[in-house]
T-cell receptor
Framework: AQSVTQLDSQVPVFEEAPVELRCNYS??????LFWYVQYPNQGLQLLLK??????LVKGINGFEAEFNKSQTSFHLRKPSVHISDTAEYFC????????????FGKGTRLSVIA | DTGVSQNPRHKITKRGQNVTFRCDPI?????LYWYRQTLGQGPEFLTY????????KSRLLSDRFSAERPKGSFSTLEIQRTEQGDSAMYLC?????????????FGPGTRLTVL
């Protein structure tokens, strides 16, 4: 069965500093990987996704992630964060072809400090 | 607004009561998903539909839970005899199944509080 581990439940970082949010997954088959962001009192919004091809994926709001198959990781990075990036970030995985249900990690709370 | 909508946004009920939530997906999307999110956790899959057919149900979906999508458009999620452990955010998402993997678009959720 697939599972997702987000190693950090909270990450505080100063404004304009770089940040990395870690995600590891386990699966016995090929996977699709996603990062979603959830702002307070809002639904989840897709930041980026890895389906195939280049292992470096660029998303919205200056975020990027790198798929590492040997380490089963999909860490999210941003070179310079803004106050507006304060939110909950979820890594998710799905297996197989088509739009199968997502398995989410527990989330990482990113707090950007002025 | 062409996004996923959910109603109500908040529901407070007493233990033992029945509640029903509604989800309206993006109009051309044929897949609809329900997830549940408790405090400090990521969303957990409950069930999903392709058009009106319910394709899969999670073990989390006890027999007190029932979901329908009668005409392949909107969906309802009913919880009978609510328990305090049902308190959570219930999220709906939709996607277009057309080969490949397409994005699931999420609604704002319905927050259920069982007293």
């Amino acid at each position: 069965a697939q599972s997702v581990t987000q190693l950090d439940s909270q990450v505080p970082v100063f404004e304009e500093a770089p940040v990395e949010l870690r995600c590891n997954y386990s699966s016995s088959v090929s996977v699709y990987l996603f990062w979603y962001v959830q702002y307070p009192n809002q639904g989840l919004q897709l930041l980026l996704k890895y389906l195939s091809g280049s292992t470096l994926v660029k998303g919205i709001n200056g975020f990027e992630a790198e798929f590492n198959k040997s380490q089963t990781s999909f860490h999210l990075r941003k070179p310079s964060v803004h106050i507006s990036d304060t939110a909950e970030y979820f890594c998710a995985v799905s297996e197989g072809l088509g739009n199968t249900p997502l398995v989410f990690g527990k989330g990482t709370r990113l707090s950007v400090i002025a | 607004d062409t996004g996923v909508s959910q109603n109500p946004r908040h529901k407070i009920t007493k233990r033992g009561q029945n509640v029903t939530f509604r989800c309206d997906p993006i109009s051309e999307h044929n897949r609809l998903y329900w997830y549940r999110q408790t405090l400090g956790q990521g969303p957990e899959f409950l069930t999903y539909f392709q058009n009106e057919a319910q394709l899969e149900k999670s073990r989390l979906l006890s027999d007190r839970f029932s979901a329908e999508r009668p005409k392949g458009s909107f969906s309802t999620l009913e919880i009978q005899r609510t328990e305090q452990g049902d308190s959570a955010m219930y999220l709906c998402a939709s996607s277009l199944e057309a080969g490949g993997h397409n994005e699931q678009f999420f609604g704002p959720g319905t927050r259920l509080t069982v007293l």
